[in-house]
């Protein structure tokens, strides 16, 4: 091979490597979700020159492609919206193998998406929009096996994340937040299927944390963990972030902190059992999920080294703990339009709390939507910045008591889009962050909402989609827009980068979907983000000079 | 009522559908209550079913109780509710699956001691539960017997039963274990493994397993989270269920 990869030596900032190389083996990227790459063949002088390699077309377009492409050893998995999966050459783009997964006629509860397959043990795992996690052989895609993790009807709840290989176990978060539902993770021996444990988020009767239900509104009080953990190996910890409490604004049956619900919680792979905890936003009554991606970096807070764990939250917070106990260190607003608290004290405690009232309209920020959606943000080593996609964005919410009805919808309200005090329904940005202040450090701006996921690679570049089908490259410490490519679908999934025989691709997803991405269209009337279901590789031209 | 309003706004020129498009992308169509052009949000899907008029106007304007639903009589002025009416019912051609998301019959009322054994039945908070192994009354996961058709007469019957089904899986490269068979086609053995608390669907080539009769897997075993007091109500669940045709 002429050309050589550059491998960035990571920056002296952190001491662990949460950097891909010539894979990406897991949802966010390693299983610290930094989603960053340290290949740099592709880089600042040169991704002005980066070409479409090949594109494939899954044929599922319903609700877009909000996948994240797993690649190991130059094939690349990816599942879509009705649980079909592909293997794909990661070089060529044409498909190994593909397999359906038989969902039922019945539409799935809150529609069919999903975020991405996990590889490992020779299988490829796949949650399903019916509450079922399936294994297929790695090299075949042949279906090994499949559990029902409780009948859907029955929970209002399924699997829209990603799995998480750790270990011997394959877990999994599931949503039904805003169903009368109790939720939960649930992990499995990853070779044979058979269940190995359950984490409720929601303490039964006789554990710790149950008195903070009175009644019986622990059965139906949400906390849903609907996206993909962290794992850390030294520590042997899973981390996981758990979302609203139910009913999401009204909080008349449930006085009290409602833990697990808007938190996170760290637990013991082999048992599941709960090392530690940090709750968020106590008594949830905004609709604050808190089950974004975990960030684990090891950086340092007021002269000292600690292992951080960072965690942007619909809050329009970033929070930033200590990973080995839970520990608050800071809290920094990533959002400029927060009114549902007036700040956040040393100790982690909300002060001043605005919260919706029944029959009445209350105008809070961030709305419901949260100030940042799932697509998950980027670490960079080489800056120490968080890249974290924004949405400032206010709604009027109206609670109202509502009975649990099992598996049915229990929002306890109604919450509509209102406007910004400079009188826009809405804007979105990239913004950069120091990780540990918060400090900002540029913005890239956008009249709608950026819905697709951070990539950052040690070409000091950074990777995005937006909703009108662009697909682009910044400079990850100016902020500059070095590249381009009209991909023709939104973006709603993660892109990777991965190299095969030495040659660095960026992968895309594209294909506009989601609950949230229908949001646009009710705020910007004349305004269509395409659908669609098309993976997009790009490299440099085969002949340049690296 | 109706009749009168799409007439006087046809009169007046003015597609009231596209009123009500407009209406409804602004008010109902948020990702938190209907979804764009009614295919479900967190609220039932609208597109494709078809509503009495009389009780379309009625929900919209006045809400449905105990819901996240409310009444927007006095958000909408009458122009905006007629039109936002119209276009919903217009949704009914809309192309729609089956069964619409968010939308399934609540379950007929059970008199106390049927309704404490069904929510015994199905509770989620204990693994296994029934409806772990047995789909009934439209929920659970059909491995185990059809209990349409089989009524244990008492709770030591229940605990008992030792079902013929149940055999022994021995796979070529792992320990046996418990297992229904399921089916042998498209060149594939599929077995139910009734190892653990959640029954799992296992596909192998058919040389890579044989399956033994008998098994020393009990419905005792599977019942053990279960106290004879909340057994007896699993059975008065049981015998209130209609029996299928």
């Known amino acids: 091979m002429r050309s050589l990869l550059l491998l960035a030596v990571a920056a002296s900032l952190t001491a662990q490597d949460g950097a891909t190389g010539d894979n990406w083996p897991s949802y966010g990227g390693t299983h610290a979700a930094w989603r960053y790459s340290a290949l740099s063949q592709i880089h600042r002088g040169n991704v002005g020159r980066l070409v479409p390699v090949w594109a494939f077309q899954t044929g599922d377009s319903h609700n877009g492609l909000q996948a994240t492409p797993i690649v190991i050893d130059g094939v690349l998995y990816l599942s879509t919206s009705n649980n079909w999966a592909f293997a794909i050459d990661a070089a060529s783009g044409r498909q190994i193998w593909d397999y359906r997964f038989p969902l039922p006629k019945e539409a799935p509860m809150y529609g069919a998406q999903n975020r991405g397959v996990a590889v490992g043990h020779g299988r490829v795992f796949m949650g399903t929009a019916d509450n079922h996690l399936v294994a297929l052989d790695q090299k075949t895609g042949r279906e090994l096996w499949r559990v029902n993790l409780q009948d859907t009807r029955q929970c209002g709840c399924n699997i829209t994340a990603a799995p998480l290989v750790v270990k011997d176990k394959v877990v999994v978060g599931g949503t039904g937040g805003d169903s009368a539902h109790r939720g939960y993770i649930t992990a499995f021996d990853a070779r044979t299927g058979r269940f190995a444990w359950r984490f409720y988020v929601i303490p039964g009767p006789g554990e710790k944390g149950h008195e903070t239900w009175p009644g019986e509104s622990w059965r139906f009080g949400g906390g849903a963990p609907w996206m993909t953990g962290s794992y850390d190996p030294e520590l042997d910890l899973i981390y996981w972030g758990t979302g609203n409490a139910s009913s999401d604004l009204y909080a008349g049956s449930r006085r009290g902190d409602n833990l697990y619900t808007a938190s996170i919680v760290a637990l013991e792979p082999a048992t599941g059992k709960l090392r530690w905890h940090y709750q968020e936003v106590p008594q949830d009554v905004w609709d604050y999920d808190a089950a974004y991606e975990c960030i684990l970096a090891d950086l340092p807070v007021r002269g000292r080294m600690r292992k951080l764990l960072l965690h942007a939250s619909k809050t329009g917070y970033t929070f930033v703990l200590d990973r080995t106990n839970g520990e608050f260190l800071a809290a920094w607003p990533f959002a400029k339009h927060i009114s549902w608290i007036a700040g956040i004290d040393e100790g982690g405690k909300l002060v001043g709390r605005r919260e919706p009232v029944v029959g009445k309209q209350t105008l809070v920020c961030p709305g419901p939507a949260g100030a940042k959606s799932w697509n998950q943000a980027a670490f960079s080593p080489r800056t120490g910045w968080v890249y974290t996609p924004v949405m400032?964005?206010?709604?009027?919410l109206v609670a109202r008591p509502q009975e649990p009805e099992i598996g049915k919808v229990f929002f306890g309200g109604m919450a509509l889009p209102a406007p910004l005090p400079d009188g826009r329904m809405g804007y979105g940005y990239l913004a950069a962050f120091d990780a540990v202040t918060g400090r900002k450090q540029w913005t890239y701006d956008y009249p709608y909402y950026l819905l697709a996921s951070i990539l950052a690679t040690a070409g000091d570049l950074v990777f995005t989609g937006d909703p009108e089908g662009s697909f682009f490259a910044l400079d990850a410490r100016t902020g500059a827009k070095l590249w381009s490519f009209a991909t023709g679908g939104g973006h709603r999934g993660s892109s990777v980068s991965f190299a095969v025989g030495g040659r660095q691709f960026i992968a895309t997803p594209s294909g506009w979907g989601s609950i949230v991405g229908a949001n646009p269209e009710g705020i910007w009337p004349g305004v269509k983000f395409r659908g669609g279901s098309t993976l997009f590789a790009f490299a440099l031209p085969e002949e340049s000079p690296r | 009522m109706m009749a009168l309003a799409l007439l006087l706004a046809q009169a007046a020129g003015e597609d009231i559908f596209a009123r009500g498009a407009a209406v409804f992308r602004k008010t109902c169509a948020t990702a938190y209550?209907?979804?764009?052009?009614?295919?479900?949000?967190?609220?039932?899907?609208?597109?494709?079913?078809r509503f009495p008029r009389r009780q379309l106007t009625a929900v919209i304007r006045e809400g449905i109780p105990n819901t996240s639903m409310p009444g927007f009589k006095d958000q909408l002025s009458s122009d905006d509710l007629n039109a936002v009416t119209a276009y919903v019912a217009s949704l009914a051609t809309a192309a729609a699956p089956a069964t619409a998301a968010g939308t399934a019959p609540a379950k007929p009322p059970a008199p106390p001691a049927a309704a404490?054994?069904?929510?015994?039945?199905?509770?989620?908070?204990?693994?296994?539960?029934?409806?772990?192994?047995?789909?009934?009354?439209?929920?659970?996961?059909?491995?185990?017997?059809?209990?349409?058709?089989?009524?244990?007469?008492?709770?030591?019957?229940?605990r008992q039963v030792r079902p013929a089904r149940v055999k022994t899986a021995q796979p070529r490269d792992e320990p046996p274990f418990p297992a229904v068979a399921v089916d042998s086609a498209r060149g594939e053995t599929r077995l139910w493994d009734l190892t653990a608390v959640l029954p799992v669907l296992r596909s192998f080539r058919p040389e890579e397993v044989t399956l033994a009769d008998g098994s020393p897997w009990s419905h005792a075993a599977a019942t053990r989270l279960y106290s004879d007091p909340e057994l007896e109500a699993i059975l008065a669940y049981l015998r209130w269920l209609p029996r299928p045709r």
């Open chain 2, 33 to 49: 209550c209907h979804g764009p052009e009614g295919s479900a949000g967190r609220a039932p899907q609208l597109a494709g079913r």
């Open chain 1, 392 to 396: 400032e964005l206010c709604a009027n």
């Open chain 2, 116 to 158: 404490r054994g069904r929510d015994l039945f199905f509770d989620p908070a204990r693994l296994p539960n029934c409806g772990v192994c047995h789909h009934l009354d439209g929920w659970g996961i059909a491995v185990a017997a059809d209990l349409g058709a089989v009524r244990p007469s008492n709770i030591a019957a229940l």
